[in-house]
C-alpha cells in the first residue's frame, strides 16, 4: 500500500532540501508500508549511497515522528514497488538513531558498508600479492599498532579493496562495535562540500575524527582538491595520534599522484607502503577455480589455463570472462568446454590475437621505451635497450605461446638460454625494482584489451 506516512516526510523533505537534491534523489523513491518499517525503493544504488549520506537519521526522524515511534526504521532497496519483490537487490537498513540537530540534514557519516565477500579467506595469495595480504592481516589483528597508515597501491581491478575490506570484516568479527568506516575518496570529497554547504563543517571533521578504522580507496581522486585534502589532512592527523587505524588505497606510488600535496604524501609513508602486483598465472588460475566453485562449477585445467593466460592485468576482467562463460553454459545448457569458452569470448579473442603478438609486443615495448624495434634485435648491450628487450623477451614467453627457442630467433637470432636468462633477470628485478615493476604493469595494460 502507498503511504501517506510518507507524503508527510516528503512535504517536509522538500522544504528542507536544495530543490534538485530534492527532485534528483528523494522524489524517485517509493515507498511501501508494512507493520513497523516503511520500505523505499530507489532507482539505483547511487541514489541509495545518497540518502544515507545525506539524509538517512532526517527520514528516520520523520518517520517515527509522524507514526508517533510505530515506525522505527526505514529499508531501503534498490526497485520499484511495481516489481517488488522480484527486484529487490539490495536491502540497507537505516537504523533510527537520536539526532542532535532535527533541521541538519547531514547526521553521520555511513558506517561500514564492507562487502561481506570480501575476507582474507576468500583472497587468493600468489607471489604478487602477499607482502599487501600478510600486512593486511597483520593490520587487522593488531589496528592502529602494526602498521598505520597502511598504504597499499597498485593497478585497477587487483584486490586493493578487497584487502581493505577484509581488514575491515575481521576487526567487525571480533569487535562487532568497531567503527569501521569504509568510503571512496569521491565520497568523502562530496560529503565535505555537502557539509560546507549546510555550515556544517565543523560536525563534518568531529564526525571523521572519532572512527576506529578509516578505510579511503582511490586516494588519487583527491589529486587537486585542495580543501579536501586539508580536511583530510588534519583527520588523518588525529587518527594517528590517537593510534586509530588508516587504511588507504591508490592506484600508484604516492609520491607519484600529481596534485597531492607533499605534506600528505609524506605522511603516507610513516606507516608501510606496499605494492599489488597484477598476478601470475598460477594465482591467476586458482582465482578463478576459487570463484567457480562458489558458483558450485569445477573448471577444467585446460579451461582455467586457457582464461587465465588471456586475461593478466587484472583480476575484474578475468572474473568478468568467468562470467560470460557461466552465463553462455547457462544460456545455452552445454557443460564448459574449451569449444564453448571459445564461442563465449569469441570477440575478446580476436582482439587479442591482434594484441599479442610478438611483433606487436616489440613495438609497444620499443613505444614504450622510446628506442627503435630494431634496437630490440640488435647487437647493442647498453642497460637502456638490454632492459627493454630483456622485458620484451619476458612479455613475449607469458603472454604468447612461442617456445624460448622461437622466441630468440624473433630477438636478432638469440638462443633460448639468453632468453630463459632474460626472463629470470626481469622477473628478480620486478621483485627488487618499483620501476621495473610499474613499467612492466603499465605494458601489460597497453597489451591487453
Ligand atoms: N587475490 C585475489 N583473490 C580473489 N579475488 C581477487 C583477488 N584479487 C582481486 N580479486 C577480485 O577482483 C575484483 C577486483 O578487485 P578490487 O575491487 O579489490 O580491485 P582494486 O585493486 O581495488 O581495483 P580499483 O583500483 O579499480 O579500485 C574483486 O571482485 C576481487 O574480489
Redesign the pocket.
Known amino acids: 500500500m502507498p503511504s501517506s506516512l510518507w507524503k508527510h516526510c516528503l512535504n517536509h523533505l522538500e522544504g528542507e532540501l536544495d530543490p534538485q537534491e530534492f527532485n534528483t534523489y528523494i522524489r524517485p523513491l517509493q515507498a511501501i508500508q508494512q507493520d513497523t518499517s516503511l520500505r523505499l525503493y530507489a532507482p539505483n544504488q547511487f541514489v541509495i549511497d545518497w540518502v544515507q549520506n545525506c539524509a538517512e537519521n532526517r527520514i528516520n526522524t520523520l518517520l517515527s515522528h509522524y507514526s508517533s515511534g510505530r515506525i522505527e526504521k526505514a529499508l531501503l532497496e534498490v526497485g520499484s514497488c511495481s516489481l517488488q519483490p522480484q527486484t529487490h537487490i539490495q536491502t540497507v537498513e537505516l537504523t533510527s538513531k537520536p539526532t542532535r540537530s532535527s533541521s541538519r540534514v547531514i547526521d553521520r557519516i555511513p558506517e561500514s558498508r564492507l562487502n561481506k565477500?570480501?575476507t582474507f579467506d576468500?583472497?587468493?595469495?600468489?607471489k604478487s600479492?602477499q607482502l599487501p595480504r600478510a600486512a593486511s592481516h597483520q593490520v587487522a589483528e593488531n589496528p592502529g599498532s602494526a602498521y598505520n597508515p597502511l598504504f597499499i597501491y597498485?593497478?585497477?581491478?587487483?584486490?586493493?579493496?578487497?584487502?581493505m575490506h577484509a581488514v575491515g570484516n575481521y576487526i567487525r568479527s571480533l569487535n562487532p562495535s568497531a567503527r569501521v568506516v569504509y568510503l571512496h575518496s569521491e565520497q568523502f570529497v562530496a560529503e565535505m562540500i555537502k557539509a560546507l554547504q549546510l555550515n556544517a563543517i565543523n560536525e563534518f571533521k568531529t564526525r571523521y575524527r572519532s572512527v576506529d578504522i578509516l578505510l579511503i580507496?582511490?586516494i588519487q581522486f583527491f589529486a587537486g582538491k585542495e580543501r579536501s585534502q586539508e580536511e583530510f589532512f588534519y583527520t588523518f592527523n588525529t587518527l594517528l595520534e590517537v593510534q586509530h587505524q588508516i587504511i588507504l588505497?591508490c592506484?600508484r606510488f604516492p609520491k607519484e599522484v600529481n596534485g597531492l600535496e607533499e605534506r600528505l604524501t609524506s605522511r603516507f609513508g610513516w606507516g608501510l607502503t606496499v605494492a599489488?602486483e597484477p598476478?601470475e598465472l598460477e594465482?591467476r588460475v586458482a582465482?578463478l577455480m576459487?570463484?567457480a566453485s562458489i558458483e558450485n562449477i569445477i573448471l577444467s585445467d585446460d579451461v582455467a589455463f586457457f582464461l587465465g593466460r588471456l586475461i593478466y592485468s587484472n583480476?575484474?576482467e578475468l572474473?568478468g570472462a568467468l562470467r560470460r562463460v557461466i552465463a553462455y553454459s547457462r544460456f545455452t545448457h552445454r557443460p564448459i568446454t574449451m569449444e564453448l569458452t571459445r564461442e563465449a569470448l569469441k570477440d575478446l579473442l580476436t582482439l587479442q590475437e591482434k594484441l599479442v603478438t610478438i611483433e606487436n609486443i616489440q613495438k609497444t615495448v620499443a613505444e614504450y621505451y622510446k628506442i627503435r624495434v630494431s634496437d630490440l634485435s640488435s647487437k647493442r648491450r647498453s642497460r637502456t635497450i638490454a632492459r627493454p628487450r630483456q622485458t620484451a623477451m619476458l612479455l613475449s614467453k607469458e603472454l604468447t605461446d612461442h617456445s624460448l627457442t622461437e622466441i630468440g630467433k624473433f630477438f636478432g637470432g638469440r638462443d633460448h638460454t639468453t632468453v630463459l636468462h632474460a626472463c629470470r633477470k626481469i622477473n628478480e628485478l620486478k621483485g627488487t625494482d618499483r620501476r621495473m615493476a610499474e613499467d612492466y604493469q603499465n605494458l601489460l595494460k597497453r597489451l591487453s584489451t
Not at 154 to 163: E, F, R, W, Y
Open positions: 565477500n570480501y576468500s583472497f587468493v595469495e600468489g600479492n597498485g593497478g585497477v581491478g587487483l584486490g586493493k579493496t578487497h584487502l580507496d582511490d588505497t592506484d599489488v598476478p594465482t582465482i576459487n570463484k583480476v575484474r572474473e
